[in-house]
Structure formats: C-alpha cells, structure tokens
C-alpha cells in the first residue's frame, strides 16, 4: 500500500498497488492535480482519515528529529497515515522521510532523490552561537533568532 503525498498528483505517479490519501492533499492541488485526485479516488483511492493517537506520535517524533516546523497539517497526517496503515509513504519532501524514517517507516520518492541518511536537526542561534536540541522562537540566552543546523 502507498499513501500519497501532493507530490504524486503533480508529478502523475502510478502504482499498481493500492494507494490512499487524505482530504488535505486535495484542498493543496489546483486545476489538472485536483483532478487526477479526483480521478484515482473515483477509481478506488482510499481516503483515509488518521486517528489523533497517530498524529500525536508523529508530532512528537518530529519534535525529536527538530522537523515539526517543517511539516504542514497535511503532512504530519500523511505519515499518520502511513503508520496506522503500515505503508509507504511517497513523497519528494525531506522533512517528511525524516521523520518517517525515525518512525521506521518506508519512503518512496518520486522526482528527486530520497535522503541517505536520518538527521536529528539542532538548532543554533545566530546571535551567540549556541546550540539547543529544541526549537524556540528565541535564543533563551540573548534572545536572538534560531536557525536550523545540521548536526554533521
């Protein structure tokens, strides 16, 4: 089973395994995407509507690899999705395989290459450099914005 991300109507992904999606995906697409939506649901696209337990375990785990500010709604459901529905998730987003990686989850990317590796983002603030596992607003230190780091 695939569960498709917005990802996979614009780039006219097929599979001849059963897919599914959720209501979001449909209100991010526009004119011929929003009809090849419409179309795979009229041919037997499931649409699946996550359960809040599932949206909770990804939101945290997203918390811990430092993507939560990268993942819309849609896509913290989407791998919602794929981890009630033991699928794989399709998706060209990186923060997404991110975390579905943490949660052990396949990924199937369309366009661009997947990740190679999972990535636990720290964040440092521009003003006095430091380091913070966790994403803020503001530097606690010196109240200085934080950007994201790589942690390599």
Same mark, same amino acid.
Not at 26 to 54: C, K, Q, W, Y
Not at 56 to 64: D, I, L, M, S, W
Not at 109 to 130: H, K, L
């Given at each position: 089973? $695939?569960?498709?991300?917005?990802? #996979?109507?614009?780039h006219?992904?097929?599979?001849d395994?059963?897919?599914?999606?959720v209501p979001? !995906?449909?209100?991010?697409? @526009?004119?011929?995407?929003? &009809? $090849?939506?419409? #179309?795979m /649901?009229?041919? +037997?696209?499931?649409?699946?509507?996550?359960?809040? /337990?599932?949206?909770? @375990?990804? *939101?945290?785990?997203?918390?811990?690899?430092?993507?939560?500010? /990268?993942?819309?709604?849609?896509?913290?459901?989407l791998?919602a999705t794929?981890?009630?529905?033991?699928?794989t998730?399709?998706?060209?987003?990186? #923060?997404?395989? @991110?975390v579905? =990686?943490? &949660?052990?989850?396949? !990924?199937?990317?369309?366009?661009?290459d +997947?990740?190679? /590796?999972?990535?636990e983002w720290?964040? *440092?603030?521009v003003?006095?450099?430091?380091?913070? =596992? =966790?994403?803020r607003e503001?530097?606690?230190?010196? +109240?200085?914005? &934080?950007? $994201?780091? @790589?942690?390599?």
């Amino acid at each position: 089973m $695939r569960v498709l991300d917005t990802s #996979a109507f614009i780039h006219e992904y097929t599979t001849d395994d059963p897919v599914v999606s959720v209501p979001e !995906v449909h209100d991010e697409l @526009n004119g011929e995407t929003a &009809l $090849r939506f419409d #179309a795979m /649901e009229g041919s +037997g696209m499931t649409i699946h509507v996550p359960a809040p /337990e599932a949206v909770t @375990n990804v *939101q945290r785990a997203a918390r811990g690899s430092g993507d939560a500010a /990268e993942l819309s709604e849609t896509d913290v459901r989407l791998i919602a999705t794929a981890l009630e529905l033991d699928a794989t998730l399709v998706t060209d987003d990186y #923060a997404m395989q @991110n975390v579905a =990686e943490r &949660l052990d989850l396949g !990924v199937e990317p369309i366009a661009r290459d +997947g990740i190679t /590796e999972e990535r636990e983002w720290r964040f *440092q603030c521009v003003g006095c450099s430091r380091t913070f =596992e =966790e994403n803020r607003e503001r530097c606690p230190i010196c +109240g200085s914005d &934080l950007t $994201r780091k @790589n942690p390599a």
